[in-house]
């Protein structure tokens, strides 16, 4: 199973962009998006998204599908493959990390998702006090493990199946059925009386809250969402067969992760307001004020909630799937490990990773590594804010500079039909998203204010 020709490779175009699609839309979609826009003001933070998108996330998206369809190989072996006996492999073994890191909190949150369809279904009780029935959950030291262990277990199982029988098979179904639920949800949520205002809170630009720490939290959401900067397009690509045309799948990923964002703000906010809740609440809007909502629907308010956690699960799995495969992929290939011993093994490691980030919400939580924050927030701070960035950047400049454009472009358009990546192509990924995920980055780790 083991030797680089029996790989997996993805049995259709669908499949392929289901399952990276499934990769870039998450919690992030669902969970962070939508606070962080009602944060950073409204509209005006989702235009920064969205130019950030296209001239930092397009580009590298690109790069990273071309990197591992051109080698094969995952993270790590793409860089050793290409550069052989230089540093460069250094940025795989940082996006093997960040894998790492990322899953073994986000499995955390997944488990509480899952714990969610349940408590959603038992506590619609009325006046239930959401607030304490949340932190009750997560700083119990056992319960949010075991659902932990549950979402791993999921997770092992579906990557241990394989590529085509476990990846490409799981997210082909699913992500329809995250859609489907999606469109009931905001069909239910803008019918409500009052939703008018939630719609406004959530498009009206607000340029006054447009700070450098919004275009910073903006420029970090594009490459978590998209699922970039850490080799997992990498990987993903190098499934990927000569034919496939790289630069629309790409627009396809990148316009459906940046639609299902948006839709998942138009289904929280105007329920947030016709129900005259807090939609400032920062990260327990998922879990406090959804909730509180329809509790406050009455009637019909639990299956409408029970299948919003449905939803969190499903988004929170695909995405799950491809940290998993990052770093099962590097193992298989380079260690000449069996897919199954790989997917099971690591998933293990990262399983026990993350229990220091459960605990941190409850009998650990005066342990704060970096800057106040708890465990979780700060390992989500060193893979969203800093090892993301900066293997962004590194790829874009090895892509642009080392590599070279002339054979980027070569490998990228094989395959491509309607759009072919040029010199427009070139700027972008040479001078324009390095530069750009650079000042963010020196800003981000404090070395240079803006
Ligand atoms: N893109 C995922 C989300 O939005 C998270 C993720 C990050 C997945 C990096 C894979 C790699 O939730």
Request: proline share 4%; hydrophobic share 55%.
């Given at each position: ?222 490459f978590f969402s998209l699922s970039l900067g850490m080799g997992c397009m990498i990987t993903y690509g190098s499934y990927l067969s000569k034919n496939e045309d790289i630069p629309i799948n790409s627009i396809f990923i990148v316009a459906s992760d940046t639609l299902i964002a948006l839709l998942a703000g138009l289904m929280i906010f105007p329920a947030v307001f016709a129900f005259g809740m807090e939609p400032g ?135 491509a039909k309607s759009i072919k990546l040029g010199g427009f192509f070139d700027i972008l990924i040479k001078i324009i998203s390095p530069i750009c995920i650079f000042i963010i980055f020196l800003n981000s780790i404090g070395i240079l204010k803006v």
């Amino acid at each position: 199973m083991s030797n680089g020709n029996d790989r997996g490779q993805w049995q259709s175009r669908a499949g392929f962009i289901a399952a990276a699609a499934g990769s870039a839309i998450g919690l992030g979609n669902i969970w962070r998006f939508p606070y962080i826009t009602g944060k950073y003001g409204g509209g005006a933070f989702v235009l920064v998204y969205i130019i950030f998108l296209i001239i930092v996330g397009y580009p590298i998206m690109n790069a990273e599908l071309i990197l591992g369809r051109k080698t094969q190989k995952n993270a790590v072996g793409a860089f050793r493959t290409l550069a052989p006996g230089t540093p460069w492999s250094i940025v795989g073994w940082m996006g093997v990390a960040a894998g790492f890191i990322i899953l073994s909190y986000y499995s955390v949150i997944g488990g509480w998702g899952i714990a969610y369809i349940f408590k959603t279904a038992t506590y619609m009780a009325k006046n239930a006090d959401h607030v304490n029935i949340f932190i009750n959950f997560i700083t119990n030291p056992t319960a949010p493990l075991v659902w932990h262990a549950v979402f791993m277990a999921i997770t092992v199982g579906i990557v241990m199946a394989g590529v085509e029988k476990g990846i490409e098979r799981y997210s082909k179904f699913l992500m329809p059925a995250l859609f489907i639920i999606l469109l009931i949800l905001i069909v239910r949520s803008v019918t409500l009386p009052g939703a008018a205002e939630g719609l406004a809170f959530y498009l009206k630009p607000d340029f006054s809250k447009l700070t450098a720490e919004a275009l910073l939290a903006a420029m970090g959401q594009v490459f978590f969402s998209l699922s970039l900067g850490m080799g997992c397009m990498i990987t993903y690509g190098s499934y990927l067969s000569k034919n496939e045309d790289i630069p629309i799948n790409s627009i396809f990923i990148v316009a459906s992760d940046t639609l299902i964002a948006l839709l998942a703000g138009l289904m929280i906010f105007p329920a947030v307001f016709a129900f005259g809740m807090e939609p400032g609440t920062g990260p327990g809007l998922t879990f406090i004020t959804v909730p509180a909502v329809f509790n406050a629907m009455g009637t019909g308010g639990a299956f409408f909630g029970i299948l919003f956690f449905i939803l969190l699960v499903i988004a929170a799995l695909t995405s799950a799937i491809s940290l998993l495969e990052v770093v099962t992929a590097y193992v298989v290939d380079e260690k000449k490990w069996d897919r199954k011993k790989a997917a099971l093994v690591v998933g293990i490691l990262i399983f026990i990773v993350g229990i220091p980030t459960s605990l941190g919400q409850g009998i650990w939580s005066h342990i704060r590594p970096i800057r106040g924050l708890d465990i979780l927030d700060s390992y989500d701070f060193i893979a969203s804010n800093v090892l993301l960035p900066l293997g962004g950047m590194l790829i874009a400049i090895y892509s642009g500079w080392f590599w070279g454009t002339e054979k980027m472009r070569e490998e990228g358009n094989l395959g491509a039909k309607s759009i072919k990546l040029g010199g427009f192509f070139d700027i972008l990924i040479k001078i324009i998203s390095p530069i750009c995920i650079f000042i963010i980055f020196l800003n981000s780790i404090g070395i240079l204010k803006v």
